[in-house]
Structure formats: C-alpha cells, structure tokens
C-alpha cells in the first residue's frame, strides 16, 4: 500500500475508535483499540517499537519508543490530551528528525487525529 493510502486508512479507523470510544480514556486504551482495528482491516503493525538515533555519530538502536509502527511506514504515538501544545509539535519533530536520521526507515508525514 501506497503511504498517503496507509495513511489515510489508518487515520479512518483512528475517526471510527474515536466514533465508538468517545473522549476521555487514556491513550494507552486508543492504542489497544485502534491495534484492533489495524488487525481487522488485515494492516501489519508492531506495537512498542524501539527507533534508532543518532548521537554523535553513533546509531543508538532504541534511542525513542514509538506506541506503534504501521507496514514499516508510518509511526503512530497516542497521548489522550485536550489541546496540542508546543511540546506536541516538538515530540512529534524529533521522531521525523530520527526517522531521517534512521536511514528513512519510517514516514515523516505527521498528521493529528
């Protein structure tokens, strides 16, 4: 599967957990529910997977814990909040900038749901 087409089914089934969840529980739970619906729809993910990093010059394996990786493309981290702040946006750049460093091992297309 094409990534905009990944992405674009992953982020349809993160709107139907939402749908039938409602707001409110904790991101570890959206997590477990939206991995259902990943197995389901028949996607490949793994869950809890260390991303490597670069520093100084040296690749250090599990520098970042992404909650999920989908097909080896897309890393998925869930935080149940009410508002994206600043410290969001950050998290979020240094996964895509460890995910460049990392041989673009994983997409840096960053969306929020």
Same mark, same amino acid.
């Given at each position: ?5 990944? $992405?674009?089914?992953?982020? @349809? ?7 039938? $969840?409602?707001? @409110? ?15 389901? +729809? ?20 599990? @520098?970042? @814990? ?27 750049? $240094?996964?895509? +900038? ?9 997409? %840096?297309? %960053?969306?929020?749901?």
């Amino acid at each position: 599967m094409l990534e905009p087409e990944l $992405t674009k089914r992953i982020i @349809g089934l993160a709107i139907e957990v939402h749908r039938d $969840t409602g707001p @409110g529980l904790l991101g570890a739970a959206y997590e477990r529910c939206l991995c259902q619906e990943l197995e389901r +729809a028949d996607i490949p993910f793994e869950r809890q997977v260390g991303v490597p990093i670069i520093y100084k010059g040296v690749r250090l394996e599990d @520098g970042l @814990g992404a909650d999920v990786v989908v097909d080896h493309a897309v890393i998925l981290e869930f935080n149940a909040v009410s508002a994206i702040i600043p410290a969001h946006e950050a998290h979020l750049q $240094t996964y895509s +900038a460890c995910a460049i460093s990392a041989s673009d091992q994983f997409s %840096t297309s %960053t969306p929020y749901v």
